[in-house]
């Protein structure tokens, strides 16, 4: 069964990068017709899609976050990763990556302040 885990800094000061990575096992990242994805739940709100990669490491983005979000892959650590630029404290948020969306890594707190 495919496994997922977020990994990555807690705290990020506003105006950086956010940087992520999702490492995968079970099952290898570049399965034909698999969909890798970032999502994130704000303090108090829903769930909001960040991005996500596909099989073939073309990548789609949410309209509202495309300018500062980059997803890419190490197919040889079988590991996707998730950079969010110029962040504020709006970003903070429990961030998941996912297969499908319906296996879902436990989930990373990343907290902006200075």
């Known amino acids: 069964q495919v496994q997922l885990q977020e990994s990555g800094p807690g705290l990020v000061k506003p105006s950086q990068t956010l940087s992520l990575t999702c490492s995968v096992s079970?099952?290898?990242?570049?399965?034909?017709?698999?969909?890798w994805s970032w999502i994130r739940q704000p303090p108090g709100k829903g769930l909001e899609w960040i991005g996500s990669?596909?099989?073939?490491?073309?990548?789609t983005y949410s309209p509202s976050l495309k300018s500062r979000t980059s997803i890419s892959r190490d197919t040889s650590k079988n590991q996707f990763t998730l950079q969010l630029t110029s962040v504020t404290p709006e970003d903070t948020a429990v961030y998941y990556c996912?297969?499908?969306?319906?296996?879902w890594g436990q989930g990373t707190q990343v907290t902006v302040s200075s």
């Open positions: 996912a297969l499908f969306f319906a296996y």
């Open positions: 079970g099952d290898s990242i570049t399965t034909n017709y698999y969909y």
């Open positions: 990669i596909a099989y073939s490491g073309s990548t």
